[in-house]
Protein backbone atom coordinates (compact mmCIF):
# COMPACT_ATOMS: atom_id res chain seq x y z
CA UNK A 1 0.00 0.00 0.00
CA UNK A 2 1.10 3.18 -0.91
CA UNK A 3 0.94 6.46 1.38
CA UNK A 4 1.66 9.88 1.05
CA UNK A 5 2.00 11.91 4.18
CA UNK A 6 3.01 15.51 5.02
CA UNK A 7 6.66 15.41 7.12
CA UNK A 8 7.50 16.46 10.34
CA UNK A 9 10.47 17.90 11.65
CA UNK A 10 11.12 14.09 12.99
CA UNK A 11 11.37 13.17 9.67
CA UNK A 12 14.59 15.46 8.94
CA UNK A 13 17.56 13.26 8.94
CA UNK A 14 15.57 10.92 6.58
CA UNK A 15 14.84 14.10 4.21
CA UNK A 16 18.33 15.05 4.05
CA UNK A 17 19.71 11.01 3.52
CA UNK A 18 17.15 11.28 0.46
CA UNK A 19 18.76 14.65 -0.77
CA UNK A 20 21.80 13.26 -0.55
CA UNK A 21 20.87 9.92 -2.66
CA UNK A 22 19.21 12.36 -5.18
CA UNK A 23 22.13 14.35 -5.44
CA UNK A 24 24.24 10.98 -6.34
CA UNK A 25 21.61 9.44 -8.74
CA UNK A 26 21.66 13.13 -10.57
CA UNK A 27 25.58 13.50 -10.83
CA UNK A 28 24.90 17.30 -9.29
CA UNK A 29 27.04 19.51 -10.61
CA UNK A 30 27.68 21.20 -7.67
CA UNK A 31 27.86 20.78 -3.89
CA UNK A 32 25.33 19.80 -1.61
CA UNK A 33 26.15 21.82 1.80
CA UNK A 34 22.39 21.32 3.11
CA UNK A 35 22.53 20.15 6.78
CA UNK A 36 20.38 19.12 9.13
CA UNK A 37 19.77 22.22 10.97
CA UNK A 38 19.19 23.62 7.71
CA UNK A 39 16.03 21.18 7.07
CA UNK A 40 14.71 21.98 10.69
CA UNK A 41 14.62 26.14 10.26
CA UNK A 42 13.51 26.48 6.77
CA UNK A 43 11.30 23.36 6.05
CA UNK A 44 9.94 22.99 9.46
CA UNK A 45 9.93 26.70 10.98
CA UNK A 46 6.41 28.06 11.67
CA UNK A 47 7.03 31.17 9.23
CA UNK A 48 7.97 28.92 6.19
CA UNK A 49 6.28 28.49 2.64
CA UNK A 50 8.32 25.26 2.24
CA UNK A 51 6.73 21.94 2.58
CA UNK A 52 8.00 18.09 2.04
CA UNK A 53 6.53 14.88 1.80
CA UNK A 54 7.22 11.26 3.11
CA UNK A 55 6.40 8.03 0.48
CA UNK A 56 5.77 5.39 1.95
CA UNK A 57 5.38 1.18 0.80
CA UNK A 58 3.98 -0.70 3.19
CA UNK A 59 4.28 1.87 6.16
CA UNK A 60 8.46 1.97 5.32
CA UNK A 61 9.60 5.21 3.93
CA UNK A 62 10.45 4.89 -0.04
CA UNK A 63 10.57 8.96 -1.18
CA UNK A 64 10.26 12.11 -0.87
CA UNK A 65 9.14 15.67 -2.23
CA UNK A 66 9.72 19.37 -1.18
CA UNK A 67 7.87 22.06 -2.82
CA UNK A 68 6.99 25.76 -1.78
CA UNK A 69 5.16 28.93 -3.10
CA UNK A 70 6.25 31.17 -5.43
CA UNK A 71 4.08 34.61 -6.88
CA UNK A 72 3.55 35.29 -10.55
CA UNK A 73 3.02 38.80 -11.08
CA UNK A 74 1.14 38.17 -14.56
CA UNK A 75 -1.15 35.92 -12.93
CA UNK A 76 -1.84 37.47 -9.77
CA UNK A 77 -1.92 34.47 -7.92
CA UNK A 78 0.39 32.08 -6.27
CA UNK A 79 2.46 29.44 -7.90
CA UNK A 80 3.94 26.12 -6.67
CA UNK A 81 7.21 24.80 -7.27
CA UNK A 82 8.29 21.00 -6.95
CA UNK A 83 12.07 21.64 -5.96
CA UNK A 84 13.18 18.09 -5.32
CA UNK A 85 10.94 14.15 -6.17
CA UNK A 86 12.80 11.14 -5.71
CA UNK A 87 11.89 7.59 -5.14
CA UNK A 88 13.89 5.12 -3.96
CA UNK A 89 15.31 3.06 -6.79
CA UNK A 90 13.87 -0.30 -5.61
CA UNK A 91 10.08 1.28 -5.98
CA UNK A 92 10.81 3.31 -9.86
CA UNK A 93 8.05 2.56 -12.04
CA UNK A 94 5.27 1.66 -10.22
CA UNK A 95 3.56 5.09 -9.90
CA UNK A 96 4.22 6.56 -7.20
CA UNK A 97 6.08 9.95 -8.74
CA UNK A 98 2.87 10.72 -10.59
CA UNK A 99 0.95 9.87 -7.39
CA UNK A 100 3.15 12.49 -5.75
CA UNK A 101 2.83 15.17 -8.77
CA UNK A 102 -1.15 14.30 -8.52
CA UNK A 103 -1.15 15.02 -5.00
CA UNK A 104 1.07 18.47 -5.46
CA UNK A 105 -1.73 19.17 -8.32
CA UNK A 106 -4.30 19.18 -5.72
CA UNK A 107 -2.75 21.23 -3.11
CA UNK A 108 -2.18 23.50 -5.82
CA UNK A 109 -5.86 23.69 -6.73
CA UNK A 110 -7.17 23.93 -3.16
CA UNK A 111 -4.29 27.12 -2.82
CA UNK A 112 -5.63 28.39 -6.01
CA UNK A 113 -2.25 28.40 -7.56
CA UNK A 114 -2.22 29.35 -11.54
CA UNK A 115 0.68 27.18 -11.77
CA UNK A 116 2.92 24.11 -10.47
CA UNK A 117 6.60 24.36 -11.75
CA UNK A 118 9.80 22.50 -11.40
CA UNK A 119 12.91 22.10 -12.90
CA UNK A 120 14.76 18.99 -14.05
CA UNK A 121 18.45 18.13 -15.23
CA UNK A 122 18.86 18.70 -18.77
CA UNK A 123 21.12 14.97 -18.39
CA UNK A 124 18.47 13.58 -16.32
CA UNK A 125 17.12 11.88 -19.86
CA UNK A 126 14.57 9.46 -17.52
CA UNK A 127 12.57 12.22 -15.20
CA UNK A 128 12.45 14.61 -18.98
CA UNK A 129 10.94 11.43 -20.54
CA UNK A 130 8.65 10.82 -17.30
CA UNK A 131 7.52 14.44 -17.35
CA UNK A 132 6.60 14.56 -21.12
CA UNK A 133 4.62 11.64 -20.74
CA UNK A 134 2.11 12.93 -18.18
CA UNK A 135 1.64 16.02 -20.30
CA UNK A 136 4.05 18.44 -18.31
CA UNK A 137 6.04 20.81 -21.14
CA UNK A 138 9.24 22.43 -21.24
CA UNK A 139 9.30 26.13 -21.01
CA UNK A 140 12.00 27.18 -23.31
CA UNK A 141 11.49 30.72 -23.38
CA UNK A 142 12.86 31.41 -20.00
CA UNK A 143 16.47 30.89 -18.69
CA UNK A 144 17.26 30.37 -15.45
CA UNK A 145 19.71 32.65 -13.57
CA UNK A 146 21.51 32.47 -10.19
CA UNK A 147 23.90 34.14 -8.11
CA UNK A 148 25.74 31.63 -5.85
CA UNK A 149 26.88 32.25 -2.24
CA UNK A 150 29.75 34.44 -3.51
CA UNK A 151 27.95 36.24 -6.17
CA UNK A 152 24.88 37.28 -3.57
CA UNK A 153 27.35 38.58 -1.27
CA UNK A 154 29.16 40.44 -3.85
CA UNK A 155 26.14 41.85 -5.12
CA UNK A 156 24.73 42.81 -1.46
CA UNK A 157 28.09 44.32 -1.16
CA UNK A 158 28.06 46.42 -3.88
CA UNK A 159 26.41 50.09 -3.93
CA UNK A 160 26.21 49.94 -7.81
CA UNK A 161 25.30 47.48 -10.16
CA UNK A 162 25.52 47.36 -13.84
Known amino acids: MFEIKKATIHDTELILKYIKELAIVENLPYEVSVTK????????SKDS???AL???????PCGFAVYYYTFSTSTGKKG???????????????GYGKSVLAYLSKLAVKSNC????????KTNISAIKFYENIGARKVD?????????????VMAENEKTQ
Do not use: T
Not at 37 to 44: K, V
Not at 80 to 94: A, R, V
Open 37 to 44: EDIEQNIF
Open 49 to 51: NVG
Open 54 to 60: ICYNEQM
Open 80 to 94: LHLDDLYIEPSHQGK
Open 114 to 121: SRFEWWAL
Open 141 to 153: EIFIFRLDSEGIN
